[in-house]
């Protein structure tokens, strides 16, 4: 028979109200609590990341190509698709896909108000899929065959400015020599809650930029690179490098948005200084349980003593209750920060402001290896610091505990 064990298990099932049992439950709680924050802090944090990015790439993509140059305006030099990378780049294993885009400045008026806007022309290799997460309003563009199309995508922010809705027509005035103007129809109203994107793109057909810049059919403003994991962005990127053209050259999606990324790091550095901040309150609450229930059961260490156990086989009774709180604390935990996880990320039961946040409601994305690692480091972290204050049982003198009452 495992004595401590058994001696431990009868102490957990004793009927008798004591301050222990009180601060037991504290004990239990806090480590359900602390670990249920970290699981939904966690969960949060790389929803949160997540949707942002997603957000980027659905507009801007993982990596653009395009040609060197020293024009800093919206207008870009043409780039031909008929090139060595664009032929091959099949054979980068990370590539998901690419598309040929072009963007150009434009004025785009309604009967009532005007905006600078920025139209980028798209194709029908546009990858809709990643960009329908924004659509909120409206269907996609329909290309036609022989022409360019009429149709445009707007954002939320750019139709609440011109008071314009679906189905509604304007003009795009493109501010060139000589200037020319199109008129053109609304099918689509996006938002991704990015002011930087919102404020000032719309999409179009590429096939009406290659007609407003004289351009044919072959010739394109820069390529859109989308990879499979952005973990391997900046490796892609090299190989990308290496196989463009010596006048071209490519621009990372952490290079185009530094702000965001940066930002996006010092949350990381602050969601670990919150998590450490709780696993120390955490350890500190099971120190306190186990040197009340030390001192509670100071006599019971003495009898023990007298009986011939050594301090080892007693500070094991104490250990073994530390892992019981523990245990229960970690399913509590679980069940309530997945729990609300689960919650949240169904019926999205709070809300952000999107102007400030960049999205509607607080983010969910349940990373499980990543609950597995917070389990494990609470378990491994609390189990090492129960371990010190019951190395107060040797310091105990049998006399004194035996005489001592609680």
Request: net charge positive; hydrophobic share 45%; charged share 20%.
């Amino acid at each position: 028979m495992n004595l401590p064990r058994f001696i431990a298990q009868r102490i957990q099932k004793t009927n008798t109200t004591t301050f222990t049992s009180t601060v037991t439950k504290i004990g239990i709680s806090s480590i359900a609590i602390g670990l249920a924050v970290m699981i939904i802090s966690f969960s949060i944090l790389i929803g949160f990341k997540k949707t942002i990015k997603e957000k980027l790439f659905s507009l801007s993509s993982h990596i653009q190509v395009n040609k060197i140059t020293l024009n800093q305006s919206f207008e870009e030099t043409p780039l031909t698709i008929n090139t060595k990378f664009h032929q091959n780049y099949r054979k980068i294993p990370e590539i998901r896909h690419l598309q040929v885009v072009a963007n150009k400045a434009g004025l785009l008026k309604s009967i009532e108000e005007h905006a600078g806007i920025v139209i980028k022309g798209v194709g029908k290799d546009y990858d809709w899929d990643t960009f329908n997460e924004n659509l909120v309003e409206g269907r996609k563009i329909n290309f036609k065959d022989t022409t360019y199309s009429d149709e445009i995508i707007i954002s939320k922010k750019i139709a609440n400015q011109l008071k314009i809705k679906l189905s509604d027509e304007v003009r795009i005035y493109f501010i060139q020599n000589p200037p020319r103007i199109r008129k053109v129809k609304v099918v689509g109203i996006y938002d991704t809650g990015l002011e930087e994107f919102d404020k000032n793109f719309i999409l179009g057909d590429l096939a009406l930029i290659q007609k407003m810049n004289d351009w044919n059919n072959q010739t394109v403003g820069h390529y859109e690179i989308f990879i499979k994991n952005f973990d391997q962005l900046d490796a892609t990127a090299k190989q990308v490098f290496d196989e463009i053209d010596q006048d071209m050259q490519i621009l990372r999606v952490t290079d185009m948005f530094p702000a965001i990324f940066d930002w996006l790091s010092l949350m990381d550095r602050n969601i670990i200084v919150i998590i450490g901040l709780i696993l120390l309150v955490a350890s500190f609450n099971m120190i306190s349980v186990l040197l009340v229930m030390m001192m509670e059961r100071t006599p019971m260490i003495g009898l023990l003593k007298a009986l011939g156990s050594d301090n080892a086989k007693i500070r094991k009774i104490f250990i073994y209750n530390g892992l019981t709180i523990i245990i229960k604390g970690m399913a509590y935990g679980n069940i309530i920060g997945l729990g609300f996880c689960f919650l949240q990320k169904e019926f999205k039961i709070i809300p952000l402001d999107s102007e400030s946040y960049y999205m509607s409601f607080v983010p969910i994305s349940i990373d499980w290896l990543t609950v597995l690692w917070l389990n494990v480091v609470t378990v491994i972290l609390v189990w090492a610091v129960i371990t010190i204050p019951t190395f107060v049982v040797s310091k105990m003198k049998l006399v004194e505990s035996l005489k001592f009452k609680s």
